[in-house]
């Protein structure tokens, strides 16, 4: 991973911003949709962004500001960014941002353009009524694994809150109101067939960013335990390999069946 996305919150924050032109239009734009106070060079600030087009300018620019330990995005010099400005889906609260570290804005844009179409507008509806309940979620649900499992469950494809379905203002309560019924905990075998994560099923990468536990034998790929929440306990297990050489045991409440 060449960088670690981060969201932040610049209202009422400065940042400066150099350049004039469409490039320097269009980061002005952005910045004052996310809030921020645009200043000039001088000013004090913690970010800045350099859309010069005279690149030997832009470049003596960005080593004035890092010498004043600001970060420093410059645009179309990704060699000169400490940060760089993802393309973004925005269903506010919800925003998805997709970077590329600099090596392709039309990549990233078509990539925006093709989830743009898959996220329906109620996702931010849908957002802001989980946070609303969830002093009643945490109430029906008080054991945080079960509470995980049963949002996990609703959120699943087909799930009564399916993300991806455009719901209704009263989806979460309507889910509230039926209740889940409690689960056993279960052990489920996912027997890899290469060492490239994208050959995982949709279903098998869905319980390895669903399980608690994981464990896996030495030779296992970290390709493929980084599609597993960072925070699920992972054991390294004297497991045999079948034919395929890689087997992966997931102790994962709520799954009755191997896959």
Known sequence: MHSLPVFLRLDGRSVILLGTGDAAAAKRRLLERAGARIVEEDAVATLAIIAIEDATKAAAAAARLKARGILVNTVDQP???????PAIVDRDPVLVAIGTGGTSAGLAKALRQRIEALLPASLGTLADALHTARSV????????ADRRHAIDTALDPDGPLDPLVTQGEDAVAAWLDVGTAPRESRIVHITLRSADPDDLTLGEARLLAQADAIHHSANIPPAILNRARADALRTMSDLPADSAGLVVRIDWPGRSRDH
């Open 137 to 144: 979620i945490r109430s029906r649900f008080p054991d945080i």
């Open 79 to 85: 060699a000169l960014c400490d940060f760089t400005l």
